[in-house]
């Protein structure tokens, strides 16, 4: 019988989290006076392994910010999906933008294609699939993302994809619909298109041979 690693977010069901930090780390203000948040990285079960060990080895070599952490396979109530887990991974200062921006890049840096999310530690217990709103201060695309974006909409018109509409209160919203995969072929390519920052009408809606997709961002 193979042997429980818990420094493995998929094979840790005893804790909610997994922590690491670089240890030099020196804070500039007092925690008082910084307003503290963390970049989000959402990512399947199936992948978060892999996407928390660059995440991890960056921040104890002090490539990112003071520390980070991640969820484990333990099932927490405070989830909106079981499958989906996310790695937090923490900046000193919003208000201090370069190294916000900073800490994005290198994120990026480590092969990171998923969309980034950033939220403030004030809205910690906070969630949208509670009622609330506006918990995001930043939202940031990968290069993939947006390479995928102009490839459906310049394919819109072929007997694949379908356009389905392109609005909703101010936001740019492709709704796209899939007619060529198989729901097997398909499932692994949903978890690529989540992570990139397409949602789906639902989980995974997928009738016969269709799925139907969302690209919605500010």
Not at 7 to 33: C, G, L, R, V
Not at 62 to 90: E, H, Q, R, W
Not at 121 to 141: A, M, P, T, W
């Amino acid at each position: 019988m193979m042997k429980t690693d818990l420094s493995i977010p998929s094979q840790n069901h005893d804790e909610y989290w997994i922590y690491t930090y670089f240890q030099s780390y020196q804070f500039k203000q007092p925690k008082h006076e910084r307003e503290s948040g963390k970049w989000l990285i959402f990512d399947h079960i199936s992948e978060i392994d892999d996407t928390w060990k660059k995440v991890e080895v960056a921040t104890i070599k002090g490539l990112l910010g003071p520390s980070a952490k991640v969820a484990t396979a333990k099932p927490n109530p405070n989830a909106f999906d079981p499958m989906t887990k996310v790695i937090c991974v923490y900046t000193e200062d919003f208000n201090d933008k370069l190294d916000v921006d900073r800490i994005a890049k290198a994120i990026r840096s480590l092969g990171i294609e998923n969309k980034l999310i950033y939220k403030l530690d004030r809205d910690i217990g906070r969630y949208s699939k509670d009622g609330f709103s506006n918990l995001s201060q930043e939202v940031r695309y990968s290069k993939k993302f947006e390479e995928v974006v102009a490839w459906l909409t310049t394919h819109s018109n072929d007997k694949y994809i379908r356009l389905l509409n392109t609005t909703k209160a101010g936001k740019s919203r492709y709704r796209f619909q899939r007619l060529d995969l198989t729901k097997s072929v398909f499932s692994q390519k949903i978890i690529r298109l989540k992570k990139l920052g397409f949602m789906f009408e639902k989980q995974s809606e997928i009738v016969g041979e269709e799925a139907v997709f969302i690209v919605e961002r500010d």
